[in-house]
């Protein structure tokens, strides 16, 4: 859904310069992942032979960090696998032949959308509207899982992406 938002052959070229100046200028290959204002990309990479390949997702900044880092690891999994890793070692910049992978990409990823059946999830938004509606205590609310995923919101967005990056961090010094 991002796509009219930015150029993707420009964005390669920038994470590119990206990954060379953290390589370069700060002695590191492991860059996971940039955030920009409200947004993040998170980046898998895949060494084949001398050619490295990235593998990238653009995302909001409130999404689920590790629910991105899992689907992407499953998008080069499913990539490596379709197509073959010698022609990838060569490859000649005609990217129109890896655009029917994207039905694998929206597969990956609309697997993962739905947290709870919409039974359950009308349940949890009838009773966090019955919090706000007679409690005068009640300010805002957010429901999620440990991981970080937002399930229901009634935070402001920059409140909600310091409590989901504070929880990632916990989830992932935990794990």
């Not at 990954?19 to 860059?31: D, E, N």
């Not at 032979?49 to 499953?74: G, I, M, P, W, Y």
């Not at 009308?122 to 440990?146: C, G, K, M, P």
């Amino acid at each position: 859904s991002y796509d009219k938002m930015f150029n993707p052959n420009s964005t390669s070229s920038f994470l590119s310069a990206v990954f060379s100046f953290v390589k370069h200028t700060l002695g590191t290959q492991q860059l996971s992942e940039i955030e920009v204002g409200y947004f993040r990309f998170i980046f898998e990479t895949e060494k084949i032979h001398s050619t490295e390949l990235l593998f990238a997702l653009f995302a909001d900044r409130t999404d689920n960090l590790v629910e991105l880092r899992n689907q992407l690891k499953e998008i080069r999994t499913q990539f490596l696998e379709k197509f073959d890793v010698e022609s990838l070692a060569n490859f000649d910049g005609e990217v129109s032949k890896f655009s029917d992978f994207e039905k694998n990409i929206e597969t990956i990823l609309e697997k993962s959308k739905q947290l709870v059946s919409e039974e359950v999830q009308r349940d949890l938004l009838e009773v966090f509207n019955e919090l706000h509606t007679f409690s005068s205590f009640v300010i805002s609310s957010a429901l999620l899982t440990q991981t970080g995923r937002i399930i229901v919101s009634y935070l402001n967005p920059n409140v909600l992406s310091e409590i989901i990056r504070l929880l990632e961090g916990r989830f992932m010094i935990g794990n």
